[in-house]
């Protein structure tokens, strides 16, 4: 398989159901940052191989075009960095207003900055629990 084919965002990648966003908003760990809000918290189906990735953006964050750019950038990211977050987690990133007038360095960094912190405090939980 080619180096493109495997960043790709498969369908196992993505939560789809409104049950899986409910548990992890209900289960999850929050974290704040200005553009976003990350939740995380471990799968619970059989194939826990893969960290699955969630996205929402309401209107508030702007009208269906800018709310797409928001989503395309936030699976561009995803895409990119899969390998730094912790394994087998469901993640949602919930858009933010400010996320649509943020240039993609700014969104980059601040969702890098949320996933190191997401990954210490996940281990962190680990070794407790």
């Known amino acids: 398989m080619s180096d493109r084919g495997s ?17 992890v908003s209900r289960e999850g760990i929050r974290l704040n940052s200005p553009s976003f809000v990350l939740l995380v918290t471990s799968r619970r189906d059989v194939d826990q191989s893969t960290t699955r990735l ?4 309401s209107r508030r964050v702007g009208p269906s075009v800018v709310r797409s750019l928001v989503k395309r950038r936030i699976r561009e990211w995803f895409r990119h960095h899969r ?4 394994v087998s987690k469901d993640i949602v990133v919930i858009a933010r207003a400010s996320a649509a007038s943020a240039a993609w360095d700014t969104l980059s960094s601040e969702l890098s900055a949320s996933a190191a912190k997401l990954t210490s405090i996940v281990e962190r939980n680990a070794v407790r629990g």
């Open 7 to 23: 960043q790709r965002l498969r369908r196992g990648d993505r939560l789809r159901e409104r049950r899986d966003y409910q548990r």
């Open 54 to 57: 969630g996205i929402t953006a």
């Open 83 to 86: 390998g730094e977050l912790p």
